[in-house]
T-cell receptor, first 115, second 114 residues
Framework: EAGVAQSPRYKIIEKRQSVAFWCNPI?????LYWYQQILGQGPKLLIQ????????DSQLPKDRFSAERLKGVDSTLKIQPAKLEDSAVYLC?????????????FGQGTRLTVV | AQSVTQLDSQVPVFEEAPVELRCNYS??????LFWYVQYPNQGLQLLLK????STLVKGINGFEAEFNKSQTSFHLRKPSVHISDTAEYFC????????????WGAGTKLIIKP
């Protein structure tokens, strides 16, 4: 079974530039998550999709971050414009159902460095 | 609101020695508990989970954890560690109050000394 695919693995951009990350979840997984993991901290949920609808985006900085899930499968996360404090690893995960009782499978993440 | 505390940011231990990584959470109302492992340059992988039933949960790679409701703890243990266990370990909790979102601890780096 193929896992969660993310690209790119690494990205370096200057502040005020824009950047996009891509995620392909495990086939058949209805739930998709984007997390931000700052060095030395646990992951923080940015947005959760159920199929192509948003379930929770309460911690997404909507003035600069946006995400979409095309046709309930692939997803992209965009930052525009980037700030220095956006430097982090961005993790995509997917699960069959809600996290409460189902396992979330994680991609390897995209490490973003904003200079 | 639910919060998760991993008391140790780093735990150094000699190879073949036992280890315990501590995790405490704040709310004892019906919770689901998880331990994830993150090997260097890899994504997070589920080690084990407690949903209900027996309070002693066995996971992959010889790890186990015990759910203690009265102490609101879910400590991770392994009787004998190997160099391949070098990784960062994250405890996570979900409950109805958090709408079953995973609330994460800050992680504990397990450092195996030869």
């Amino acid at each position: 079974e193929a896992g969660v695919a993310q690209s790119p693995r690494y990205k370096i951009i200057e502040k005020r530039q824009s950047v996009a990350f891509w995620c392909n979840p495990i086939s058949g997984h209805a739930t998709l998550y984007w997390y931000q993991q700052i060095l030395g901290q646990g992951p923080k949920l940015l947005i959760q999709f159920q199929n192509n609808g948003v379930v929770d985006d309460s911690q997404l900085p909507k003035d600069r971050f946006s995400a979409e899930r095309l046709k309930g499968v692939d997803s992209t996360l965009k930052i525009q414009p980037a700030k220095l404090e956006d430097s982090a690893v961005y993790l995509c995960a997917s699960s069959l159902g809600r996290t409460g009782n189902t396992e979330a499978f994680f991609g390897q993440g995209t490490r973003l460095t904003v200079v | 609101a639910q919060s998760v505390t991993q008391l140790d940011s780093q735990v150094p231990v000699f190879e073949e020695a036992p280890v315990e990584l501590r995790c405490n959470y704040s709310s004892s109302v019906s919770v689901y508990l998880f331990w994830y492992v993150q090997y260097p340059n890899q994504g997070l992988q589920l080690l084990l989970k407690y949903l209900s039933g027996s309070t002693l949960v066995k996971g992959i790679n010889g790890f186990e954890a015990e759910f203690n409701k009265s102490q609101t703890s879910f400590h991770l243990r392994k009787p004998s560690v190997h160099i391949s266990d070098t990784a960062e370990y994250f405890c996570a909790v979900s409950d109805a109050d958090s709408n079953y979102q995973l609330i994460w601890g800050a992680g504990t780096k397990l450092i195996i000394k030869p």
